[in-house]
C-alpha cells in the first residue's frame, strides 16, 4: 500500500509541478495586464478622454481581473510547494518514516485537488491526488501498527 501511495504521489507531484507552472504564467500575465490597464485607465482620465466616473468603474473591474491573476500565480506557488512535499512524502512512505508528515501530505494533496477543481474543472489529472493522497493517509497509517506488532518469541536455546 506504501508503494502504491508512494508511486502515485510522484506521479500527482509531476502535474502539479506542470499545472502550478501554467497558473504561476497565467496567473502573473493576468495580473500583469489587470494592473497596466488600471495605470492605464488612470491615464485617460487625467487626460480628459474618459470621464472619472467610467475610470472608476473600469478600475473596479481591473481591480478584480488583478486580484483574480493574483489568487491564480499564489495557487500555482502552492502547487510547486506541495511538488516537494509530495515528492519527500513519497521518500517517506517508502522508507516507513515520518508518519505525521505524510499525513500533512495527504491532506494537503487533496485539498490542493478540491480547490483545482473549483478554480477549473474536475479532469482525470485530478484523480491521482485524490487517490494518492488517501492512500498516502492509509499508509501512514500503517507504519504505526508495523512498528506496535510484538516481536515473535526467540527460538529456545538448546
Do not use: C, H
Request: aromatic letters at 8%; proline letters at 2%; a neutral charge.
Amino acid at each position: 500500500m506504501r508503494i502504491a501511495a508512494g508511486i502515485i504521489l510522484i506521479v500527482a507531484a509531476i502535474i502539479n509541478v506542470i499545472a502550478g507552472a501554467g497558473y504561476v504564467l497565467g496567473g502573473g500575465l493576468t495580473a500583469a495586464v489587470g494592473t497596466g490597464l488600471e495605470m492605464a485607465t488612470d491615464e485617460a482620465a487625467k487626460e480628459g478622454a474618459v470621464s472619472a466616473a467610467d475610470a472608476e468603474k473600469a478600475k473596479a473591474e481591473m481591480g478584480k481581473v488583478t486580484g483574480m491573476g493574483t489568487g491564480l500565480l499564489v495557487f500555482g506557488l502552492f502547487l510547486w510547494v506541495m511538488f516537494v512535499m509530495q515528492i519527500v512524502g513519497a521518500v517517506f512512505l517508502f522508507i516507513s518514516k515520518s508518519k505525521m508528515f505524510i499525513f500533512v501530505v495527504a491532506g494537503l494533496s487533496v485539498v490542493a485537488e478540491v480547490v483545482g477543481i473549483v478554480i477549473t474543472a474536475f479532469g482525470w489529472t485530478n484523480l491521482f491526488g485524490i487517490v494518492g493522497g488517501i492512500l498516502a493517509f492509509l499508509g501512514a497509517m500503517a507504519i504505526g501498527k508495523a512498528a506496535a506488532a510484538p516481536a515473535a518469541p526467540a527460538a529456545p536455546q538448546g
